[in-house]
């Protein structure tokens, strides 16, 4: 699919010593967390059924975040990313992409892509996907299924790109996301620029994941970090999403796109290709 890794964004994680209301729990040497410095400090390891786990309380978090998207008839989002992309030297380089998201549902996706990357737009129409990288002044049109959940299936499979933030623009984001888990844990609570939030990670093949939730009554993501421990260098991209408005007004001409003058229609994946998607 289109590459919304651009749609991400990026920040240091902040530790407040001392501060923490679970501290008691920390010192349990059941929590997961300390579990896994024990193991790492001994130069030891998890047992495989420990490592396996699946915690019922870290689904339930992200079974309520998932009822709140798939509960909104249209969104948009704001996002900022660090994004690590392989070089022709072979050396991985970090990007700081920032954009904006744009859904109605079920069958309408718009997505502006800019800041330490090259611009990049996105459109989805119910019937069609264009790609437009206009600091090359080229863009591209293909037939896209009807609806969201299917265009980014279709997508994927023709490009074999993938992006993390995908699973919010699903009708079902946590049918997605829970799919292969080999493991779910409940890191604990903090904040993510002065939000609470729980703070959540995962395993599936391939990939792991972390998700930081709003701990409010809209259980909205406000943070994703994704390493892909499939690729070499283990590439890794984290996410911030802020600025959510759960009920804008989006009009039908904003998801068409029109070809601007002197714009020279290339094959899909070279589009993706000059945006360094």
Same mark, same amino acid.
């Given at each position: ?18 501060? /923490?209301?679970?501290? =008691?729990?920390? %010192? +349990? ?6 579990? $896994? #410095?024990? &193991? ?11 490592? /396996?786990?699946?915690? =019922?309380?870290? %689904? +339930? ?6 009822? $709140? #998207?798939? &509960? ?206």
């Amino acid at each position: 699919m289109f590459s919304l890794n651009s749609l991400v964004a990026s920040p240091f994680l902040k530790h407040e010593h001392n501060k /923490s209301p679970d501290a =008691p729990a920390l %010192l +349990s040497m059941k929590h997961p967390l300390l579990l $896994t #410095l024990v &193991g790492l400090l001994l130069g030891g390891s998890l047992s495989a059924k420990e490592a /396996s786990s699946v915690d =019922p309380n870290a %689904l +339930s978090l992200l079974k309520r975040m998932s009822t $709140t #998207l798939s &509960g909104t008839k249209s969104f948009t989002v704001e996002t900022h990313s660090v994004l690590e992309i392989p070089s022709v030297s072979g050396q991985f380089l970090t990007l700081f992409p920032e954009g904006k998201i744009f859904l109605r549902r079920p069958d309408k996706v718009r997505a502006q892509l800019g800041g330490d990357a090259p611009p990049f737009d996105f459109y989805y129409d119910g019937a069609s996907v264009s790609a437009m990288a206009p600091h090359k002044k080229v863009y591209s049109t293909v037939k896209a299924p009807s609806g969201i959940n299917e265009m980014l299936s279709g997508l994927q499979k023709e490009t074999g790109i993938r992006f993390p933030s995908s699973p919010i623009l699903n009708s079902d984001p946590y049918a997605v996301l829970s799919r292969g888990l080999l493991s779910a844990v409940v890191v604990g609570p903090c904040k993510v620029h002065g939000i609470e939030c729980d703070h959540l990670a995962f395993r599936s093949p391939g990939v792991n994941w972390e998700i930081w939730i709003d701990a409010g009554a809209k259980a909205l993501p406000r943070r994703l970090a994704v390493t892909f421990t499939d690729k070499p260098n283990l590439p890794r991209t984290i996410v911030e999403f802020s600025a959510w408005n759960l009920h804008p007004l989006l009009f039908d001409s904003w998801f068409v796109f029109h070809p601007p003058a002197g714009f020279k229609e290339i094959p899909f994946k070279a589009v993706l290709k000059a945006s360094d998607r």
